[in-house]
T-cell receptor, first 112, second 114 residues
Framework: DAKTTQPNSMESNEEEPVHLPCNHSTISGTDYIHWYRQLPSQGPEYVIHGLTSNVNNRMASLAIAEDRKSSTLILHRATLRDAAVYYC?????????????FGKGTKLSVIP | NAGVTQTPKFQVLKTGQSMTLQCAQDMNHEYMSWYRQDPGMGLRLIHY???????DQGEVPNGYNVSRSTTEDFPLRLLSAAPSQTSVYFC?????????????FGPGTRLTVL
């Protein structure tokens, strides 16, 4: 199974941009890169996903390296509500089981 | 849409007791799954289902049973609870098993086994 590597924790000041890195050097050509986040005492929630091109939505941006071996989740202006654990996950696009393999993620702290 | 709902929110069991954690979704999703999350850890897949009548094991299936008689419901049964099953349990659903689909998670059930 392709795995991802993320820093255990990061800090950001409120209203500053945050860049959360993820390495996935064994990614296959058809794996999608997903980001989820988990707020305290809640279930994970979807943030963004992409395959090859950079992606933007109302929550964040996803920058994917040209070789797809790494990606970066960008929060443009961190707020206190963005304090959460962020998971970078590879989604298998083939037939058969669909398993999101969650690692420990990156715990983001936002400093007022 | 209520999304993915789970009941109960909290549960305390004694060792050896059995119980069922309920999960329901109203999005007509084919794929449903159960995860457990231990303190400070990521989520681990217990069982999943790709449609009514079809279930399969995930990474940590021992001690748990599932069934999928309808598209909407996917209950998780603990046959004989053990302290090692103390955890937070999350149910999730998605439209299909495609790697592109978003998974929607319920709020979780916090289970303590004494």
């Amino acid at each position: 199974d392709a795995k991802t590597t993320q820093p255990n924790s990061m800090e950001s000041n409120e209203e500053e941009p945050v860049h959360l890195p993820c390495n996935h050097s064994t990614i296959s050509g058809t794996d999608y890169i997903h980001w989820y986040r988990q707020l305290p005492s809640q279930g994970p929630e979807y943030v963004i996903h992409g395959l090859t091109s950079n992606v933007n939505n109302r929550m964040a941006s996803l920058a994917i390296a040209e070789d797809r071996k790494s990606s970066t989740l960008i929060l443009h202006r961190a707020t206190l509500r963005d304090a959460a654990v962020y998971y970078c996950i590879l989604g298998y696009s083939g037939a058969g089981s669909y398993q999101l393999t969650f690692g420990k993620g990156t715990k983001l702290s936002v400093i007022p | 849409n209520a999304g993915v709902t789970q009941t109960p929110k909290f549960q305390v069991l004694k060792t050896g007791q059995s119980m069922t954690l309920q999960c329901a979704q109203d999005m007509n999703h084919e794929y449903m799954s159960w995860y457990r999350q231990d303190p400070g850890m990521g989520l681990r897949l217990i069982h999943y289902s790709v449609g009514a009548g079809i279930t399969d094991q995930g990474e940590v299936p021992n001690g748990y049973n599932v069934s999928r008689s309808t598209t909407e419901d996917f209950p998780l049964r603990l046959l004989s609870a053990a302290p090692s099953q103390t955890s937070v349990y999350f149910c999730a659903s998605s439209y299909s098993i495609s790697g592109v689909d978003t998974q929607y998670f319920g709020p979780g059930t916090r289970l303590t086994v004494l």
